[in-house]
């Protein structure tokens, strides 16, 4: 009988446990799925929330971490768009062990897979799948799960929206810079943006008009807002962080009856009191109404807008030590010690556990 082959993973071995480094076995795919060997593994606050509060997580112990980068080196039946060898990114499958991203090795779903062109690398590409895949949602998916609006996904619908002021809140976060690219590839203008000052640059790089200080108070940015458009209304406002403040914001800029995608489901009264509605977004490829809208982009545009420099990565920061490194990294997206960069782990580089 043929030895369980096995693996390093960072684990959580129960609720409101640690991170710990332990032996996990190596998956056989299934129908239309792939075995990738990770090659970097981005970090997000999302990993240090759930180990911290015990949601979402059912069965311990548990494997977390949302995006990864790699290789395939092996293949499921029943797929045929993917062979070994691909370089690959992809979201995880929210929160099954097998498919999450703080391991070596880790199945991936071939419906949300896209293939990595030659002009990003690994950790470059490890940046994306979150934070897309929430902008995505918020933007396309269907109310109230996002704001219903047509991707731009072929040439007819590329732009449809030019002319209509979008505000994106959090704009350097990962899901903010997301956000703003694909409001540019929808045609958003102005694209508004609230941000630190020091990543103006970067962000209007991306595709963002009008780089407002984050640090405003509610009546200078709603007046800042005010003017930039010329008075139209503001219908779309993208929450890619959610709390009382940024809500604040948002409500003071939306039209009645306009839409708030919040990255966060827990919006509190100053939202749900306003005449506006609410989006709240789960990013995730498991539930049915994201199902179509994430296999048109991972597998039909997300290669060729990353190949134009349509989409571009985060910046990166890379985490010393592989896997073994994540929790001190995680310590820093917990004391907001992290703006306008992604920290990425390499998988490959961890220590062998002998050697801990």
């Known amino acids: 009988m043929q030895a369980e082959l096995k693996q390093i993973a960072l684990t959580i071995r129960e609720k409101f446990g640690p991170f710990v480094l332990s032996e996990a076995p190596i998956y056989k795919p299934g129908p239309g799925e792939v075995l990738i060997k990770l090659c970097a593994s981005a970090l997000n606050p999302a990993d240090w929330l759930i180990q911290k509060s015990g949601r979402a997580v059912e069965k311990y112990p548990a494997i977390l971490g949302f995006e990864l980068a790699g290789e395939i080196v092996d293949v499921g039946p029943h797929v045929e768009n993917l062979k070994r060898g691909d370089r690959v990114l992809t979201i995880s499958r929210f929160i099954q062990n097998e498919f999450m991203c ?10 949300t897979i896209a293939r990595i062109p030659d002009n990003i690398t690994y950790e470059q590409a490890a940046t994306l799948p979150l934070g897309l895949s929430t902008a995505l949602t918020g933007l396309f998916s269907e109310f109230p799960h996002g704001a219903g609006l047509v991707p731009p996904f072929t040439p007819t619908t590329e732009g449809k929206y030019h002319g209509t002021p979008i505000v994106i809140i959090a704009g350097s976060s990962s899901v903010g810079q997301s956000t703003i690219q694909l409001a540019k590839l929808a045609g958003f203008s102005p694209i508004i943006v609230t941000a630190s000052r020091r990543n103006t640059d970067f962000l209007m790089s991306l595709g963002a008009n009008y780089v407002l200080d ?3 108070e509610v009546t200078a940015f709603s007046e800042a807002v005010g003017v930039i458009t010329a008075g139209k209304p503001v219908e779309i406002v993208f929450a890619a962080l959610t ?10 800029v939306l039209d009645k009856g306009g839409i708030l995608i919040s990255s966060n489901p827990d919006v509190s009264e100053i939202a749900t009191k306003a005449e506006v509605k609410i989006a709240k977004v789960l990013a995730s490829p498991s539930v049915p109404w994201n199902a179509r809208l994430f296999t048109d982009f991972f597998t039909g ?6 190949e134009r420099g349509d989409i571009k990565p ?6 010393e030590g592989g896997l073994a490194g994540v929790v001190g990294a995680l310590k820093k997206l917990e004391e907001n010690a992290v ?7 390499r998988p490959p580089e961890t220590p062998a556990l002998s050697k801990l």
């Open 214 to 216: 984050r640090g405003l």
């Open 339 to 345: 703006s306008g960069t992604k920290l990425v782990a």
């Open 102 to 111: 703080f391991q070596q090795y880790a199945l991936g779903a071939a419906a």
């Open 314 to 319: 985060n910046r990166v920061e890379i985490v």
């Open 243 to 252: 709390n009382p403040e940024t809500e604040k914001l948002a409500v003071s």
């Open 301 to 306: 545009k997300l290669t060729g807008w990353l």
